[in-house]
């Protein structure tokens, strides 16, 4: 059970956990990377101090923060790339 624990504690020690408030992570270190014409509504992300990547909804700065691995936020990424996502665009 500790090793689940020091899993899932970023690197100061907090609890970091899928679903959690954004707004326990802080306010200072969200970027939007991209921004379309839908009124500033967008994805913000912010790299944690362990290399996991935390996402929430702009519209919803309070809402829950998607944390996400080096390894799933590169595959989605890619995959982003390689157009396995165009599907959401039709």
């Known amino acids: 059970m500790d090793r689940i624990k020091a899993r899932i504690r970023g690197v100061d020690g907090k609890v970091i956990y899928n679903g959690m ?35 929430r909804q702009s519209a919803d700065p309070d809402g829950p923060a998607l944390i996400y691995t080096p390894g799933e936020i590169t595959a989605f990424i890619e995959g982003a790339k390689a157009g396995a996502a165009d599907f959401l665009l039709s």
């Open 21 to 55: 408030p954004a707004r326990d992570l802080g306010t200072e270190g969200w970027h939007k990377p991209w921004s379309g014409g839908n009124g500033g509504n967008c994805v913000e992300a912010m790299k944690l101090a362990d290399g996991r990547v935390a996402m």
